[in-house]
């Protein structure tokens, strides 16, 4: 959803109706591609305060805030029994040290070629 007044209200609504806690964050991005500017644009998305009076909304917070993030992933995790002990064991995995390395060599070029290469003969 594009129109930030449209998500406000639909996020609104949903947290006032169903709680915060009952709230989950998912894409189809397998579809789609990468869902980022959604997420980034749902950790900007802050309720107006006109909205707030008019509907009696309540804010949703900083993008690193408690309803943020349980909407994120601390809700799933809750309805997956996903223990803290499992999410540490992620903080050091391959990916996360992809990531630091990544953070580390920045976005420069790289020359690395994907997909399908013809050997050479001879």
């Known amino acids: 959803m594009a129109d930030p007044r449209a998500c406000a209200f639909m996020m609104g609504t949903l947290v006032k109706g169903l709680g915060a806690s009952n709230v989950v964050w998912g894409s189809d991005a397998v579809w789609t591609g990468s869902p980022q500017w959604q997420i980034e644009a749902l950790r900007r998305l802050e309720i107006p305060d006109e909205m707030q009076k008019k509907y009696g909304f309540k804010p949703l917070g900083p993008a690193d805030g408690q309803v943020k993030k349980a909407i994120f992933g601390d809700n799933n995790a809750r309805l997956y029994n996903f223990t803290p002990q499992q999410r540490s064991t992620l903080e050091n ?22 997909g399908y290469i013809r050997k050479r003969s001879g």
């Open 93 to 114: 995995d391959r990916f996360a040290q992809i990531k630091e390395n990544y953070k580390k060599e920045g976005e420069g070029r790289s020359n690395r070629t994907y």
